[in-house]
Protein backbone atom coordinates (compact mmCIF):
# COMPACT_ATOMS: atom_id res chain seq x y z
CA UNK A 1 0.00 0.00 0.00
CA UNK A 2 2.96 2.36 1.06
CA UNK A 3 4.67 2.00 -2.33
CA UNK A 4 1.52 2.41 -4.21
CA UNK A 5 0.81 5.61 -2.54
CA UNK A 6 5.05 6.45 -3.24
CA UNK A 7 4.55 6.35 -6.96
CA UNK A 8 1.08 8.07 -7.30
CA UNK A 9 2.94 11.00 -5.62
CA UNK A 10 5.77 10.22 -8.09
CA UNK A 11 3.26 10.24 -10.95
CA UNK A 12 1.07 13.43 -9.86
CA UNK A 13 4.32 15.65 -9.33
CA UNK A 14 5.91 14.23 -12.99
CA UNK A 15 2.75 14.96 -14.49
CA UNK A 16 2.83 18.31 -12.65
CA UNK A 17 6.07 18.68 -14.36
CA UNK A 18 5.18 18.22 -17.46
CA UNK A 19 2.02 20.49 -18.04
CA UNK A 20 4.23 23.24 -16.57
CA UNK A 21 6.30 22.88 -18.72
CA UNK A 22 4.04 22.27 -21.59
CA UNK A 23 2.06 25.87 -20.40
CA UNK A 24 5.47 27.44 -19.92
CA UNK A 25 6.36 26.40 -23.22
CA UNK A 26 3.05 28.01 -25.40
CA UNK A 27 2.30 30.72 -22.44
CA UNK A 28 5.66 31.87 -21.03
CA UNK A 29 6.15 35.48 -22.11
CA UNK A 30 10.08 36.02 -23.45
CA UNK A 31 12.25 39.14 -23.42
CA UNK A 32 11.47 39.37 -27.58
CA UNK A 33 8.92 40.40 -30.19
CA UNK A 34 7.80 38.26 -33.11
CA UNK A 35 7.38 40.30 -36.65
CA UNK A 36 5.80 38.71 -39.45
CA UNK A 37 2.66 39.80 -41.92
CA UNK A 38 0.34 41.04 -40.12
CA UNK A 39 -3.46 41.86 -42.75
CA UNK A 40 -4.44 43.63 -45.69
CA UNK A 41 -7.45 45.19 -44.66
CA UNK A 42 -10.37 47.09 -47.23
CA UNK A 43 -10.18 51.10 -46.20
CA UNK A 44 -13.34 51.19 -47.56
CA UNK A 45 -14.70 49.96 -44.18
CA UNK A 46 -12.17 52.81 -42.56
CA UNK A 47 -12.96 55.82 -43.98
CA UNK A 48 -16.44 57.90 -44.40
CA UNK A 49 -17.53 60.76 -46.07
CA UNK A 50 -20.71 62.27 -46.11
CA UNK A 51 -22.63 62.00 -49.46
CA UNK A 52 -19.49 60.24 -50.65
CA UNK A 53 -19.70 56.80 -50.43
CA UNK A 54 -17.37 54.28 -52.23
CA UNK A 55 -19.41 52.21 -53.97
CA UNK A 56 -16.78 51.12 -56.81
CA UNK A 57 -15.69 47.19 -57.40
CA UNK A 58 -12.11 46.56 -56.24
CA UNK A 59 -10.39 47.55 -53.24
CA UNK A 60 -7.81 49.87 -51.55
CA UNK A 61 -5.50 48.41 -48.86
CA UNK A 62 -3.66 49.29 -46.09
CA UNK A 63 -1.22 46.41 -45.05
CA UNK A 64 0.41 46.06 -41.80
CA UNK A 65 2.88 43.94 -39.46
CA UNK A 66 1.67 41.74 -36.79
CA UNK A 67 3.71 41.98 -33.29
CA UNK A 68 3.31 39.66 -30.82
CA UNK A 69 5.84 39.36 -27.97
CA UNK A 70 7.55 35.61 -27.76
CA UNK A 71 6.67 32.42 -26.26
CA UNK A 72 9.35 29.64 -26.74
CA UNK A 73 6.73 28.39 -29.05
CA UNK A 74 6.14 31.42 -31.41
CA UNK A 75 9.94 31.90 -30.97
CA UNK A 76 10.80 28.34 -32.32
CA UNK A 77 8.28 28.67 -35.04
CA UNK A 78 9.79 32.24 -36.32
CA UNK A 79 13.32 31.07 -36.13
CA UNK A 80 12.23 28.31 -39.20
CA UNK A 81 9.68 31.03 -40.78
CA UNK A 82 10.95 32.52 -43.26
CA UNK A 83 8.31 35.54 -43.45
CA UNK A 84 8.68 36.31 -39.57
CA UNK A 85 11.54 37.87 -37.74
CA UNK A 86 12.60 38.16 -33.92
CA UNK A 87 13.61 41.71 -32.55
CA UNK A 88 14.88 43.07 -29.20
CA UNK A 89 12.36 44.80 -27.07
CA UNK A 90 13.99 47.86 -27.54
CA UNK A 91 14.20 47.71 -30.76
CA UNK A 92 10.58 47.61 -30.96
CA UNK A 93 9.25 49.98 -28.25
CA UNK A 94 12.62 52.41 -28.00
CA UNK A 95 13.10 51.38 -24.50
CA UNK A 96 9.13 52.90 -23.68
CA UNK A 97 6.77 51.36 -22.10
CA UNK A 98 3.87 49.42 -23.62
CA UNK A 99 1.41 51.95 -22.87
CA UNK A 100 3.85 54.71 -23.84
CA UNK A 101 4.49 52.63 -27.08
CA UNK A 102 0.83 52.32 -28.13
CA UNK A 103 0.08 56.27 -27.28
CA UNK A 104 2.87 57.43 -29.75
CA UNK A 105 2.29 54.37 -32.33
CA UNK A 106 -1.13 56.26 -31.91
CA UNK A 107 -0.46 59.75 -32.52
CA UNK A 108 1.46 58.19 -35.62
CA UNK A 109 -1.81 57.04 -37.03
CA UNK A 110 -3.35 60.04 -36.44
CA UNK A 111 -0.61 62.24 -37.73
CA UNK A 112 -0.64 60.05 -41.07
CA UNK A 113 -4.42 60.73 -41.19
CA UNK A 114 -4.37 64.12 -41.18
CA UNK A 115 -1.65 64.45 -43.47
CA UNK A 116 -3.72 61.97 -45.84
CA UNK A 117 -6.76 63.99 -45.47
CA UNK A 118 -4.44 67.44 -46.69
CA UNK A 119 -3.15 65.88 -49.15
CA UNK A 120 -6.36 64.49 -51.22
CA UNK A 121 -8.24 67.33 -50.94
CA UNK A 122 -5.56 69.48 -52.13
CA UNK A 123 -5.34 66.78 -55.05
CA UNK A 124 -8.99 67.53 -55.34
CA UNK A 125 -9.48 71.20 -55.14
CA UNK A 126 -11.20 70.96 -52.22
CA UNK A 127 -11.61 72.85 -48.99
CA UNK A 128 -9.40 72.10 -46.59
CA UNK A 129 -6.88 73.91 -43.63
CA UNK A 130 -3.56 72.91 -41.75
CA UNK A 131 -3.19 74.32 -38.13
CA UNK A 132 0.30 73.50 -36.83
CA UNK A 133 -0.32 73.31 -32.88
CA UNK A 134 3.35 72.30 -31.99
CA UNK A 135 5.95 70.11 -31.41
CA UNK A 136 4.42 66.78 -30.28
CA UNK A 137 6.87 64.83 -27.71
CA UNK A 138 7.57 61.31 -28.56
CA UNK A 139 10.25 60.24 -26.16
CA UNK A 140 12.09 62.35 -23.45
CA UNK A 141 15.84 61.76 -22.47
CA UNK A 142 16.49 60.50 -18.74
CA UNK A 143 19.10 62.92 -18.81
CA UNK A 144 17.50 66.23 -19.75
CA UNK A 145 16.35 68.87 -16.96
CA UNK A 146 12.88 68.44 -18.40
CA UNK A 147 12.69 64.72 -17.85
CA UNK A 148 10.23 64.87 -14.73
CA UNK A 149 8.22 67.63 -16.24
CA UNK A 150 7.70 66.88 -19.65
CA UNK A 151 5.61 63.30 -21.14
CA UNK A 152 5.62 61.59 -24.19
CA UNK A 153 2.10 62.82 -25.67
CA UNK A 154 2.75 66.85 -24.02
CA UNK A 155 2.36 69.23 -27.40
CA UNK A 156 5.07 72.24 -26.77
CA UNK A 157 3.43 74.96 -28.28
CA UNK A 158 5.85 78.00 -27.12
CA UNK A 159 9.85 78.32 -25.75
CA UNK A 160 10.38 81.74 -23.98
CA UNK A 161 7.35 82.79 -25.03
CA UNK A 162 8.04 81.91 -29.06
CA UNK A 163 5.56 79.86 -31.10
CA UNK A 164 7.28 79.08 -34.68
CA UNK A 165 5.12 77.00 -37.39
CA UNK A 166 7.19 74.29 -38.15
CA UNK A 167 9.54 72.07 -35.74
CA UNK A 168 12.46 73.26 -37.22
CA UNK A 169 12.30 76.58 -36.09
CA UNK A 170 11.64 75.74 -32.92
CA UNK A 171 14.72 73.53 -32.99
CA UNK A 172 16.67 76.53 -34.85
CA UNK A 173 15.58 79.03 -32.19
CA UNK A 174 16.88 76.84 -29.30
CA UNK A 175 20.23 75.57 -30.91
CA UNK A 176 21.18 79.24 -30.74
CA UNK A 177 20.97 79.35 -27.27
CA UNK A 178 24.16 78.50 -25.03
CA UNK A 179 23.53 75.77 -22.84
CA UNK A 180 22.83 75.81 -19.60
CA UNK A 181 20.74 78.96 -20.24
CA UNK A 182 17.07 78.72 -18.02
CA UNK A 183 14.68 78.19 -20.58
CA UNK A 184 10.90 78.31 -20.54
CA UNK A 185 8.27 75.97 -22.10
CA UNK A 186 4.63 75.89 -22.77
CA UNK A 187 3.24 72.63 -23.32
CA UNK A 188 -0.16 71.19 -23.54
CA UNK A 189 -1.33 67.98 -21.68
CA UNK A 190 -4.70 66.57 -21.96
CA UNK A 191 -6.08 69.85 -23.34
CA UNK A 192 -4.65 72.15 -20.72
CA UNK A 193 -1.46 74.64 -20.85
CA UNK A 194 1.87 74.19 -18.61
CA UNK A 195 4.98 75.46 -18.26
CA UNK A 196 8.21 74.30 -17.30
CA UNK A 197 11.61 75.94 -17.00
CA UNK A 198 14.53 74.07 -16.76
CA UNK A 199 18.35 74.54 -17.69
CA UNK A 200 18.91 73.79 -21.59
CA UNK A 201 21.76 70.93 -22.11
CA UNK A 202 24.05 69.61 -23.64
CA UNK A 203 23.62 67.47 -26.99
CA UNK A 204 25.67 64.90 -28.60
CA UNK A 205 26.12 67.86 -31.37
CA UNK A 206 27.61 70.03 -28.40
CA UNK A 207 24.48 72.39 -29.02
CA UNK A 208 21.95 72.90 -26.61
CA UNK A 209 19.06 71.12 -26.32
CA UNK A 210 15.83 70.39 -24.25
CA UNK A 211 16.38 66.46 -24.49
CA UNK A 212 13.21 65.21 -26.67
CA UNK A 213 12.48 63.74 -29.78
CA UNK A 214 9.92 65.40 -31.26
CA UNK A 215 7.70 65.60 -34.34
CA UNK A 216 5.30 67.86 -35.93
CA UNK A 217 1.04 68.14 -34.60
CA UNK A 218 -0.46 69.50 -36.95
CA UNK A 219 -4.46 69.66 -37.61
CA UNK A 220 -6.76 69.21 -40.17
CA UNK A 221 -10.09 70.50 -40.93
CA UNK A 222 -11.97 69.59 -44.54
CA UNK A 223 -15.21 69.63 -46.27
CA UNK A 224 -16.69 67.64 -46.90
CA UNK A 225 -15.75 66.31 -43.29
CA UNK A 226 -14.22 63.04 -43.63
CA UNK A 227 -13.91 60.34 -40.65
CA UNK A 228 -11.35 58.08 -40.58
CA UNK A 229 -11.59 54.90 -38.22
CA UNK A 230 -8.25 52.77 -38.57
CA UNK A 231 -9.28 50.53 -35.70
CA UNK A 232 -6.20 49.18 -33.68
CA UNK A 233 -3.95 49.76 -36.31
CA UNK A 234 -1.33 52.14 -35.37
CA UNK A 235 2.06 53.60 -36.84
CA UNK A 236 2.70 56.38 -39.30
CA UNK A 237 3.04 53.67 -43.00
CA UNK A 238 -0.73 53.86 -43.81
CA UNK A 239 -0.83 58.03 -44.96
CA UNK A 240 -0.41 57.16 -48.68
CA UNK A 241 -2.93 54.51 -48.99
CA UNK A 242 -5.40 56.36 -46.97
CA UNK A 243 -4.80 59.37 -49.01
CA UNK A 244 -6.08 57.18 -52.08
CA UNK A 245 -8.55 56.04 -50.73
CA UNK A 246 -9.63 59.72 -49.42
CA UNK A 247 -9.04 61.10 -52.96
CA UNK A 248 -11.03 58.67 -54.52
CA UNK A 249 -14.12 59.25 -52.11
CA UNK A 250 -14.03 62.89 -52.58
CA UNK A 251 -13.89 63.01 -56.15
CA UNK A 252 -16.08 60.17 -57.50
CA UNK A 253 -13.22 59.10 -59.82
CA UNK A 254 -12.99 55.44 -60.08
CA UNK A 255 -9.46 54.84 -59.78
CA UNK A 256 -9.27 51.24 -59.02
CA UNK A 257 -11.15 49.71 -61.23
CA UNK A 258 -11.79 46.61 -59.70
CA UNK A 259 -8.62 46.15 -59.14
CA UNK A 260 -7.44 44.96 -55.47
CA UNK A 261 -4.45 47.40 -54.82
CA UNK A 262 -2.71 47.57 -51.98
CA UNK A 263 0.81 49.49 -50.48
CA UNK A 264 2.42 51.12 -47.99
CA UNK A 265 4.71 54.66 -47.44
CA UNK A 266 4.48 57.80 -44.93
CA UNK A 267 2.91 60.78 -46.79
CA UNK A 268 3.68 64.54 -45.84
CA UNK A 269 1.89 67.43 -46.71
CA UNK A 270 3.49 67.72 -49.91
CA UNK A 271 2.20 64.38 -50.86
CA UNK A 272 5.99 63.05 -50.59
CA UNK A 273 6.17 59.59 -50.17
CA UNK A 274 8.55 57.89 -47.16
CA UNK A 275 10.08 54.68 -46.22
CA UNK A 276 8.49 52.43 -43.77
CA UNK A 277 9.73 48.99 -41.80
CA UNK A 278 8.61 45.94 -42.16
CA UNK A 279 7.38 46.12 -46.36
CA UNK A 280 8.59 42.49 -47.01
CA UNK A 281 6.30 41.05 -44.82
CA UNK A 282 3.67 43.50 -45.68
CA UNK A 283 3.68 41.96 -49.66
CA UNK A 284 2.89 38.45 -47.91
CA UNK A 285 -0.35 40.25 -46.31
CA UNK A 286 -0.93 41.93 -49.65
CA UNK A 287 -0.65 38.11 -51.36
CA UNK A 288 -2.79 36.63 -48.99
CA UNK A 289 -5.81 39.44 -49.36
CA UNK A 290 -5.56 39.19 -53.54
CA UNK A 291 -3.46 42.12 -54.12
CA UNK A 292 -2.21 42.47 -57.80
CA UNK A 293 -0.54 45.91 -57.48
CA UNK A 294 1.46 46.82 -54.34
CA UNK A 295 2.73 50.49 -54.32
CA UNK A 296 5.95 50.76 -52.44
CA UNK A 297 7.89 54.02 -51.38
CA UNK A 298 11.07 54.54 -53.80
CA UNK A 299 14.38 56.11 -52.92
CA UNK A 300 17.32 56.39 -54.85
CA UNK A 301 19.80 53.81 -53.53
CA UNK A 302 23.49 54.63 -52.40
CA UNK A 303 26.16 52.97 -50.33
CA UNK A 304 25.30 54.95 -47.50
CA UNK A 305 21.99 54.37 -47.61
CA UNK A 306 22.00 50.91 -47.91
CA UNK A 307 24.61 50.73 -44.85
CA UNK A 308 21.27 51.82 -43.02
CA UNK A 309 18.46 50.12 -44.82
CA UNK A 310 16.46 47.47 -43.45
CA UNK A 311 18.26 43.76 -45.12
CA UNK A 312 20.55 46.03 -46.89
CA UNK A 313 17.65 47.25 -49.01
CA UNK A 314 15.87 49.92 -50.07
CA UNK A 315 11.53 49.45 -49.89
CA UNK A 316 11.41 49.19 -52.87
CA UNK A 317 14.16 46.97 -53.58
CA UNK A 318 13.04 44.51 -50.55
CA UNK A 319 9.24 44.36 -51.61
CA UNK A 320 10.56 43.79 -55.21
CA UNK A 321 12.56 40.90 -53.75
CA UNK A 322 10.11 39.49 -51.81
CA UNK A 323 7.20 39.86 -54.56
CA UNK A 324 9.39 37.75 -57.01
CA UNK A 325 9.64 34.57 -54.24
CA UNK A 326 6.40 34.77 -52.87
CA UNK A 327 4.15 36.95 -55.21
CA UNK A 328 5.36 36.47 -58.83
CA UNK A 329 1.80 37.52 -59.76
CA UNK A 330 1.78 40.81 -58.36
CA UNK A 331 3.17 43.98 -59.18
CA UNK A 332 5.18 46.14 -57.16
CA UNK A 333 4.78 49.92 -58.48
CA UNK A 334 7.79 52.36 -57.11
CA UNK A 335 6.17 56.00 -55.80
CA UNK A 336 7.96 59.25 -54.95
CA UNK A 337 4.64 60.84 -54.18
CA UNK A 338 0.76 60.91 -53.69
CA UNK A 339 0.35 62.32 -57.26
CA UNK A 340 2.61 58.79 -58.77
CA UNK A 341 0.21 56.76 -57.56
CA UNK A 342 -2.81 58.55 -58.84
CA UNK A 343 -0.85 58.84 -62.17
CA UNK A 344 -0.48 55.01 -62.65
CA UNK A 345 -3.76 54.07 -61.96
CA UNK A 346 -4.94 56.39 -64.04
CA UNK A 347 -2.77 54.95 -66.80
CA UNK A 348 -3.12 51.29 -66.10
CA UNK A 349 -6.84 49.87 -65.96
Do not use: C
Given at each position: ???????????????????????????????K???????????K?????????????????????????????????????S????????SV????????????Q?????????????????????????????????????????????????T????D????????????????Q????????T???????????????????????????L????????????????????G??????????????V???????????????T??G???????????????????????????????????????E?????????????????????????V??????????????
Open positions: MRNWIRWSWRELVLTAVIVAAILAFFFLPLPYIEGPGEANDLTFVTIKDHPDKDKGKFMITSVALSQARPATYLYAKFNYDSIESVDTGGESNATYDRVDFYMQSAINEAIYTAYRAANKPVKRQYLGIYVLSVDAKSPFAKKLKVGDVTKVGHHFNAMTGYQRYIQKRVGKMTTIYQRNGHDHKATAKLMRLPTKKAGIGIITDNVKVTAKPKVKVDPGEIGPSGGLMFSLQIYNQTGKNLRHGQKIAGTGVDDGNVGEIGGIDKKIIAAKRAGATVFFAPYVKPSKLLLKYEHHMTNYQLAKATAKKYAPNMKVVPKTFNDAVKYLETHK
